[in-house]
C-alpha cells in the first residue's frame, strides 16, 4: 500500500504531563485504521498534531512525502488531510446546507468570494447538496444546525470533515452519545466513504464493537506512546493490550 | 441565516423609505434633514461595527478610533484641498490603512482579549487627536472644515456648501455603503465569516486561514467607521478630539443592540431609534443619558435580539 502519513518520533508535553511520548507510525492509503487506548493515552493529542492543532515539542510528520510538521491547520487541509471532533463542532447558527458549503468552498478556493451572492456558486451547493444526501440530511438542507438531533449533528460532522474531499481523514470518537441504529448508520457511511470517496479513515473509538467491526488494522496507545498495533485478531490476543484493557472484553 | 424578512414585504417598503429619503429636504425642515444625515451616519459606522461583530463575532470598542481617523484625515484634505472626492476618499482610505495596520496585532487574539486590545487602540488614537496639536489642532480640534465643491477638474464641479445639497452626497453615500455591504453578507465571504462566528476552530480546519479573514472583517469595518468619519467632518465644520472617545465607539454597539445583531437592518434601525429616543429625551431633560440607558436597558430585554427580531421568520 502506498504509504499516505508518516509520522516520526512525535512527542507533545503539557506541563509536566507527557501526552504524546516518541511516537512513530506510518499509515497507507487505503487503510481504515482505528486508534483505541484508555482515557488519557493520547489519542486526540496526536490527532490535534497530525491535523495541525498543535505543533509538536519534536518529531517530524510527513503527509504524501511532503514535510507537515510547521504547516497551519487550514494548510493541512488543502493538503487533504481533513478532521472531526471528540465534542460536536458545527456551524450551528447556519443552515444544514451551509455547514456542508463552508468547506466545499474551501477546498474550490471560493470562500472569499464576495462580489456575488453565495446561491450563485452552483456547482459548490450541488456538491454540498450531494454530500447531505449521501448521510442521509437532503431533506432539512435549510434547518439551522443548532436545531438539529444529537445523532443528526453527528451525521453533519461527518458531512463537513468529507467536505473537503480529504485523502485522509480523522474521526475522534465519531459514534459517541449515539443511539445503536444512529451508530451503524455512522458506521455505514465510513465504510461507503472509504470505499466510494477514496478516503482513509483513521477513527479514534472507544467502543470495542465499533473498533472491531469498522478497522482494518487498530493502534493500541498507552501513556503517550504506542503500545500495539496489528490487525484486529492479532490486537484481540496481544497481552499488552489485554492487560491494559483489564476487565474488557476486546 | 435566519431570521429574513420576506422580499415581499421588503421590497415596496425599502422602495418608499429610499422615496421618501430623496424627497426629505423637500418636505422636512433644517432639522430632520441634519437628524436624518446623523442616522444615516451612524448606521453606516453601525453597519461595519457589525460585520465584525454579528457577523463575524468579534466585539470591538475601538471603533470610534478608525471613525476619528476617518473624520481628521477627510478634515486635513478639505482643509488644504477643496474637493470632497478627494477629502472623503482620504478619509476612508487613512481609516482603512489604520484598520489594516491595527487589525493585524488585534485579529490574533478573540473574545474579550480582543475587545481589550481594541479599546486600548482606540484610546491611542483619542491621546493622539488630544496630544498631537500640529497635526490635529489638540482640544479645539480642526475648525472650518469646508463642505467643499464635488469637482472633477474640466469635467464637472458641483457645489454641496448647502446644507440640503449635502445631504444628498450623504445620502448616495450611505445608500451605496449599505447596498455594498448588503451583497458582501450574502457573498461566499460572508457565510465564511458567520462560520468563524459560530466556529473559528471548526473553520479553520474546514481550510480557511481563519486569522486573514477576520483582519479582513477587521478593514472593512474600519473602511465603514472611516466612511462615516469622513462624511461627518463636512457636515458639522469641525472635528474634535472627543469622537476619538470610547463613549463614541460605544454608539455603534447601542445601535446595534437595540436594533438587532444578527438582522443585516439592525443596525440601521438601530441607527434611527438611537437618534429618535434620544431627539426626545433631550427636550425633556438634561440628564438625558441617564433616561437613554434606561430604555436600551428596557428594550435590550425585552428584545433580546433586537428590535428587528420581531420581524424574523421562525426557524422551520
Known amino acids: 500500500m502506498t504509504e499516505l502519513l508518516r509520522i516520526e518520533r512525535a512527542a507533545k508535553r503539557f506541563g509536566e504531563f507527557v501526552a504524546v511520548d516518541g511516537v512513530t507510525l506510518t499509515l497507507p492509503a487505503g487503510r481504515l485504521t482505528a486508534i483505541i487506548g484508555p482515557n488519557g493515552a493520547g489519542k486526540t493529542t496526536l490527532i490535534n498534531l497530525v491535523t495541525g492543532a498543535f505543533l509538536p515539542d519534536s518529531g517530524v510528520m510527513h503527509f504524501k512525502s511532503e514535510a507537515i510538521t510547521h504547516l497551519a491547520a487550514h494548510q493541512r487541509v488543502h493538503r487533504g488531510l481533513s478532521r472531526s471532533f471528540q465534542i460536536i463542532n458545527i456551524f450551528a447558527r447556519l443552515s444544514v446546507l451551509e455547514n456542508i458549503l463552508i468547506p466545499v468552498l474551501s477546498r474550490r478556493r471560493r470562500t472569499a468570494v464576495s462580489f456575488h451572492v453565495a446561491q450563485r456558486e452552483t456547482d459548490a451547493i450541488a456538491e454540498a447538496r450531494q454530500i447531505l444526501r449521501e448521510i442521509g440530511l437532503g431533506g432539512k438542507e435549510n434547518v439551522p444546525a443548532g436545531a438539529l438531533s444529537h445523532g443528526d449533528q453527528r451525521l453533519l460532522e461527518l458531512g463537513i470533515a468529507v467536505g473537503p474531499a480529504p485523502e485522509l481523514c480523522f474521526l475522534d470518537e465519531p459514534s459517541s452519545g449515539l443511539t445503536p441504529v444512529e451508530r451503524s448508520t455512522v458506521l455505514e457511511l465510513i465504510r461507503k466513504f472509504s470505499a466510494e470517496r477514496r478516503t482513509t479513515f483513521v477513527i479514534v473509538e472507544h467502543d470495542m464493537d465499533v473498533v472491531f467491526s469498522l478497522a482494518d488494522w487498530i493502534v493500541v496507545m498507552n501513556r503517550g506512546q504506542v503500545l500495539a498495533e496489528g490487525p484486529p485478531a492479532e490486537i484481540r490476543e496481544n497481552r499488552a493490550v489485554r492487560e491494559v484493557y483489564l476487565g474488557e472484553d476486546l | ?316
Do not use: C
Not at chain 2, 49 to 66: E, K, R, V
Not at chain 2, 161 to 175: C, E, F, N, W
Open chain 2, 1 to 316: 441565516m435566519t431570521g429574513r424578512l420576506s422580499p415581499r414585504f421588503t421590497t415596496p417598503l425599502l422602495a418608499l423609505l429610499v422615496l421618501g429619503l430623496f424627497l426629505l429636504p423637500w418636505i422636512a425642515g433644517r432639522y430632520p434633514v441634519y437628524l436624518a444625515m446623523q442616522i444615516l451616519i451612524l448606521a453606516v459606522f453601525s453597519l461595519g461595527f457589525n460585520l465584525l461583530f454579528g457577523y463575524t463575532g468579534l466585539l470591538s470598542f475601538g471603533q470610534a478610533g478608525f471613525f476619528a481617523v476617518g473624520a481628521y484625515g477627510s478634515a486635513k484634505i478639505l482643509l488644504a484641498v477643496p474637493n470632497l472626492i478627494l477629502g472623503i476618499a482620504g478619509g476612508v482610505a487613512a481609516a482603512g490603512v489604520a484598520a489594516f495596520l491595527l487589525g493585524i496585532l488585534s485579529v490574533r487574539h478573540t473574545r474579550i482579549y480582543f475587545s481589550m486590545l481594541t479599546l486600548a487602540f482606540g484610546m491611542m488614537i483619542y491621546s493622539l487627536a488630544w496630544k498631537w496639536r500640529d497635526f490635529t489642532g489638540g482640544d479645539d480640534g480642526l475648525v472650518g472644515v469646508p463642505r467643499a465643491p464635488i469637482d472633477i477638474p474640466g469635467l464637472l464641479s458641483i457645489s454641496v456648501a448647502a446644507q440640503d445639497r449635502y445631504y444628498y452626497v450623504v445620502l448616495v453615500l450611505s445608500l451605496l455603503a449599505i447596498a455594498a455591504m448588503y451583497r458582501l453578507v450574502r457573498s461566499p465571504l460572508g457565510l465564511t465569516l458567520q462560520a468563524i462566528r459560530d466556529s473559528e476552530i471548526r473553520t479553520e480546519f474546514a481550510g480557511v486561514p481563519v486569522r486573514k479573514y477576520r483582519l479582513v472583517a477587521f478593514t472593512i469595518a474600519g473602511v465603514y467607521a472611516g466612511l462615516a468619519g469622513a462624511l461627518l467632518a463636512p457636515l458639522e465644520n469641525t472635528v474634535t478630539p472627543p469622537i476619538a472617545h470610547w463613549t463614541m465607539s460605544a454608539e455603534p454597539v447601542l445601535a446595534t443592540l437595540i436594533g438587532g445583531i444578527h438582522t443585516f437592518g439592525g443596525p440601521i434601525v438601530g441607527a434611527f431609534l438611537f437618534f429618535v429616543i434620544k431627539d426626545i429625551i433631550v427636550r425633556y431633560t438634561e440628564y438625558w443619558l441617564i433616561w437613554f440607558g434606561v430604555i436600551v436597558v428596557a428594550l435590550v430585554m425585552g428584545f433580546p435580539s433586537g428590535i428587528m427580531s420581531i420581524f424574523a421568520q421562525r426557524p422551520k
